[in-house]
């Protein structure tokens, strides 16, 4: 019998008193797709991480075909035949896409060679269904699910071995879902393994041939795919069975409290037209494209290229203002939590109070107890360890994090609509079942509350109006429920 | 994380307080009161300083140049008073540095070059506005800016008192905190609505009005005021903020580090220099207290942000 | 593709241009101030240009990886230290220790920022300020000229009217530069380098390396210059002032480069440096004094970095797209 293709023994990892992985086997066989699951923290990150080279084990042993393997640094994953495509991807804007499918190859020479490149990378291209593209286009200017093609057509030109996609769909559409699927279809079938990480679900049992579930750093279940349902992958996620979502309330209705009228982004949003009343929660149903994150950032005044008009509880508000949209009482949570939403560095209460330092000041002055009692409050209603209020917020969880940019917004009367673009993104399934509660909440007092997100499940359980939006036009609107076939019609041109 | 960097430090300081116990006339009233003097002029200008690098804006290049303007002013002024000459003095110089701070707070231009050039341009004017020559003082005023109460100069005082002023504004006040949040992450602060370029164009005034405050006293102490004033104010001023441990990235620091910073620099001087070592030696000292204290300032923050 | 040309703009039209318009001046101005433009114009230009060019290759290299390095004011004060000691009997041996120490502390530099992940910027400031006490102890207490006037002769003899050894060895390393980083991989890489540090370490870029390379190029290169600079001067200089950084920078800047990174190619770079070079020659023959010349220099490096910012051109092209948006909306209304 020939050795597997992949073979991982007794890896452990910690990071200080936090053991990551503890005593983690795995196996896989040339051609085979394993897909590996766990919520945040559980571990998988960092045996990935393993993989790619850029953690080393405190333990364990790996080996590729039979022959052990050292994996100190991504340049010994390549040599090894391992190929990391992670959802950040590795390829550089700035440079074409015969550039990046060269860059950094262990066994190129010193002088390069363009038009070599240029003809292997149409033949890797063409592999993975991108032959239309030319080679010389900047990777800048493609959109993302070009790009994961591009990695893994990358991948394959590397002689990769073992093929480990990294959460890679939480940003792309339905269609290029499927490409990429077809993609790591055909390539497990010439031979490649391939280790396929997520959260969705859905998708590791329609791709994957077997599952393997982490938890708490060890490995809690093993399963071929055909064994396994949906709510029993769940079950072994979190080692408990999940309760149902509490059946939502009568929906009440206030008054009308945000007027948008004709708001457009360019090519990227249309004249959105819509009347948002308190006590609701509005889901804006899109995937990556259709337009709900450009209508969140342009109500945010963050889109300098936005034009139409807004009215939030009867006064305007400037499409290229955000101090003043926030003054008048719009809150806003980003989607790039890293990139626009926390201050990394500093503390929990800081970003707590981030937005609410009028609250805690009196005539400009800042009041130390006063602060620190509100941060505990707003930490202790968003459901964030009020313990580690001083703790840099960059060492929390996503789900923490998430909840932390939330609470920013909590415990003020003034904000009177609160905007949250793809509220669970990165989130395991304990926080997000945290965070819509606390937009229930949010909506309950009185408040809009309005989320666009690509995640039909989370949309069909948070929200109680559905507008379902593609190419930046609203294609329909549900207050009255919704059900996924519409819904998944409605975002991908009526194809199911 | 933090026992890797703190035990070279430590040692080090150990050594240098060896160095110094063992060096004739260190831990004399008068030495501590030569030190203290020798810290305030850099000392007064890096504390202003120490609001641009806070607020995200790096350093500025500017410092000299925006002092040596300040004290042409102040000087020629000083025949309305001294008060008037000083408030008017500080007055250009907070404009001038506000005006680079709304290129910064608007458009994200690039603090060092900008300030380069900014730089460049209040030389230039004011070789233009005051010709070449030496700008001598027009009043008697500045005398009170060169008295010595107790026995300790009034820059010292000055030194102290800013200090302390600036360290509450940014503890404990809505405009220090927005400062430090914007030097975090400027994209943060926008979504957060906290108002970007209002918040920097207040750094740099505030950092102009300390150069200019600064600058009188330079003047008042030369007596005259000509481009060579400058001398390595900037470069004094950006160690000074560096050693007090403040990031160059922005966001963490605070006014009273950079006076630790001053005084460090200017205690280090003068131990070298009663020991006789001359100024190759006090400057290279000098750089190496900044590369030692920007690592550990930068390994400690790496650390932090897990 | 047009994303392409887009990027491509910025590279190419601003050192052209920013040359083309130094040129222009620099040969049609002088005759309108009753100056004349000669041969020794030229010469003295490219003179000034031999260090220039130098130290703008050694920040150019760097700053194009995303990194500031502030030391090459040191190491060129360093270099000429160095070859003021080591060549009062062969020129050659001065302008190898010259080049071989500060080569050396750029590896250390290098080394030190990759592996330990610093930002360059605040370290190089100190590492400036290192190397300048290190030059001066160095120097001591002994003179500062140097007697090799064989050697102070050779580097400044005119060659083809125009040229002189410095500044052919400036232009030779700058071609040298320009061959390694288009027919190499090492072009692409120092770009990803700059533009996307994680993504070319995940390609497999071997980031700290290169990066330990190119201190050591820009602290050789910058020792050079200095070496080279004190022979032409026949005396070593213990502090050259920021002067040479910000000439470098503005080099940079006119070449094309990004102050962020990522941006660049070498032959901007080169012509960014020959228009600084000639714009101070230019200020030389007009004669202009100081306070002119620094405003002129001072407004320059204001407008190309504003037009540099990042944020004024996302708000500039979101009122372009305001005001195509609302264009169509009328158009769709009316009938």
């Known amino acids: 019998m020939s050795a597997p293709r992949l073979e991982m023994s007794g890896i452990t990892r910690s990071f200080g008193a936090v053991k990551a992985v503890r005593d983690v086997s795995l196996r ?34 790996i080996r590729l075909d039979g ?49 070599r490149e240029r003809a292997d990378t149409r033949e890797l291209l063409a592999k993975v269904g991108l032959d239309a593209r030319d080679p010389d286009e900047l990777v800048g200017g493609l959109d993302l699910g070009t790009r994961q093609l591009v990695e893994i057509a990358r991948a394959l030109g590397r002689g990769a071995r073992l093929l480990i996609l990294d959460e890679p ?26 280790i396929f990480v997520s959260h969705r679900l859905g998708e590791v049992l329609e791709l994957c041939h077997r599952v393997t579930v982490v938890r708490d750093g060890r490995v809690v279940a093993e399963r071929p795919v055909a064994e396994l349902s949906a709510a029993q992958l769940v079950e072994a996620m979190l080692g408990e069975q999940l309760e149902p979502a509490p059946p939502r309330g009568p929906n009440a209705t206030g008054e009308r409290l945000l007027r948008v009228r004709d708001l457009s982004v360019g090519t990227r949003l249309r004249g959105f037209t819509f009347d948002f009343d308190a006590g609701r929660v509005y889901g804006l149903a899109g995937q990556v494209g259709a337009g709900t994150s450009e209508v969140l950032h342009a109500l945010a005044g963050l889109l300098p290229a936005a034009t139409g008009s807004a009215e939030l509880a009867g006064r305007p508000l400037g499409l290229r203002h955000p101090v003043r949209n926030r003054g008048r009482g719009l809150g806003f949570v980003t989607n790039d939590r890293k990139g626009e939403g926390l201050f990394l560095g500093r503390s929990v209460a800081e970003n707590l109070t981030a937005t609410q330092l009028d609250v805690v000041a009196r005539a400009g002055q800042l009041i130390p107890r006063r602060e620190r009692r509100h941060a505990t409050a707003l930490a202790v209603h968003a459901g964030v360890a009020a313990d580690r209020l001083d703790a840099p917020v960059g060492v929390l969880s996503g789900g923490n994090q998430q909840k932390t940019l939330v609470g920013r917004y909590l415990l003020r009367d003034d904000i009177k609509a609160l905007l949250v673009d793809e509220p669970t993104r990165g989130v395991d399934i304990g926080g997000r079942a945290a965070i819509h509660e606390l937009l229930r909440a949010a909506a309950d007092e009185n408040r809009a509350v309005i989320f666009a997100s690509s995640d039909l499940d989370e949309l069909l359980e948070l929200a109680t109006t559905v507008i379902t939006m593609r190419a930046g036009r609203i294609v329909g609107v549900y207050p009255d429920g919704v059900s996924r076939q519409t819904m998944l019609t409605d975002l991908t041109h009526g194809r199911a | 994380m933090r026992r890797p960097t703190t035990i070279p430090l430590v040692l080090a300081l150990a050594a240098l307080i060896v160095l110094a116990a063992t060096t004739d006339r260190f831990f004399t009233w008068d030495n501590v009161k030569a030190i203290l003097s020798s810290a305030s002029l850099v000392g007064i200008v890096a504390l202003g300083l120490t609001f641009v690098t806070l607020a995200g804006s790096m350093v500025s290049l500017a410092v000299g140049p925006s002092a040596v303007l300040a004290a042409m002013v102040f000087l020629s002024a000083l025949n309305a008073g001294l008060l008037p000459a000083l408030l008017l003095a500080i007055a250009a110089g907070a404009a001038i540095a506000a005006l680079q701070g709304a290129l910064v707070g608007l458009w994200n231009v690039n603090p060092v070059i900008l300030t380069i050039g900014a730089g460049f341009l209040i030389v230039g004017f004011a070789e233009k506005a005051y010709g070449e020559a030496t700008v001598r003082p027009e009043g008697g005023g500045f005398a009170t800016l060169n008295s010595v109460p107790l026995g300790i100069p009034v820059a010292v005082y000055v030194m102290i008192g800013v200090a302390l002023a600036f360290q509450y504004l940014l503890t404990r006040t809505v405009l220090g905190r927005q400062i430090l949040l914007v030097g975090e992450s400027r994209e943060a602060a926008r979504a957060a609505g906290i108002p970007v370029a209002r918040v920097v164009t207040a750094a740099f005034a505030l950092a102009g009005a300390a150069y200019a405050l600064g600058g009188a006293f330079l003047g008042s102490f030369n007596m005259g005021a000509s481009t060579y004033l400058e001398g390595t104010l900037t470069f004094d001023a950006i160690a000074a903020v560096l050693i007090g441990g403040t990031s160059i990235a922005g966001g963490h620091g605070s006014p009273l580090r950079t006076l630790g910073g001053a005084l460090a620099v200017a205690a280090i001087t003068d131990l070298l220099l009663l020991r006789g070592l001359g100024t190759g030696p006090q400057i290279l000292l000098k750089g190496l207290l900044v590369v030692t204290v920007v690592i550990a300032t930068q390994r400690r923050l790496n650390g932090a942000q897990a | 593709m047009s994303a392409r040309n887009a990027w491509r703009r910025a590279d190419v039209l601003l050192p052209l241009a920013s040359f083309a318009l130094v040129l222009l001046a620099f040969l049609v101005v002088p005759g309108m101030r009753g100056e004349e433009v000669t041969d020794a114009s030229l010469f003295n230009g490219l003179q000034g240009f031999a260090p220039l060019g130098l130290i703008a290759l050694a920040l150019g290299l760097t700053l194009i990886a995303g990194e500031f390095d502030v030391s090459v004011l040191g190491m060129q004060a360093l270099g000429g230290v160095l070859a003021v000691r080591a060549g009062g009997s062969a020129g050659l041996l001065g302008v190898l220790a010259a080049v071989a120490g500060c080569g050396l502390l750029g590896l250390v530099q290098g080394v030190a920022i990759a592996r330990l992940q610093l930002q360059s910027l605040s370290v190089t400031i100190g590492t400036y300020v290192v190397l300048l006490g290190l030059t001066n102890v160095i120097a001591g207490d002994d003179t500062l000229s140097f ?140 004669a202009l004094p100081t306070s002119t010349t620094q405003i002129v220099f001072g407004a320059l490096l204001l407008v190309v970095v504003t037009i540099d910012a990042p944020e004024l051109r996302t708000t500039l092209s979101g009122a372009a ?15």
């Open chain 3, 147 to 286: 007697g090799n006037v064989g050697a102070s002769v050779w580097v400044d003899q005119q060659l083809l009217s125009w040229f002189s050894p410095r500044s052919l060895i400036t232009i030779g390393i700058f071609l040298a530069a320009l061959v390694l980083l288009s027919a190499t991989r090492i072009g692409p890489e120092i770009k990803a380098i700059g533009s996307n540090r994680r993504a070319g370490r995940g390609s497999g870029v071997p980031v700290e390396r290169r990066l330990a390379a190119l201190f050591t190029c820009s602290g050789a290169l910058a020792g050079l210059a200095g070496a080279l600079l004190s022979y032409s001067n026949a005396s070593a200089s213990l502090d050259p002032g920021l002067g040479p950084l910000i000439l470098a920078t503005a080099a940079a800047v006119l070449g094309g480069l990004s102050l962020s990174g990522g941006r660049g190619t070498i032959w901007g770079l080169l012509l960014g440096a020959l228009a600084v070079a000639l714009l101070q020659q230019l200020f030389a023959i007009l």
């Open chain 1, 67 to 115: 022959e052990p393997v050292v994996l100190h640094t991504p340049r010994d994953a390549q040599r090894a035949g391992i190929a990391w495509v992670d959802q950040e991807l590795s390829l550089v804007p700035a440079l074409s896409i015969a550039e990046n499918v060269a860059l950094g190859r262990v066994d190129a020479g010193l002088l390069r060679h363009p038009r």
């Open chain 1, 28 to 61: 896989l066989g040339p051609g085979e797709i394993l897909g590996l699951c766990g919520h945040n923290g559980a571990g998988k990150s960092t045996l990935i991480h393993v993989l790619a080279g850029l953690v080393a084990p405190d333990a364990g042993a």
């Open chain 1, 169 to 194: 769909t939480a940003t792309l559409t339905d269609f290029e879902i499927e490409r990429v699927f077809a993609a790591v279809r055909r390539v497990a079938r010439d031979g490649c393994a391939v």
């Open chain 3, 321 to 335: 797209v305001r005001r195509r948006t609302e264009r169509q909306r009328v158009e769709e209304r009316t009938p």
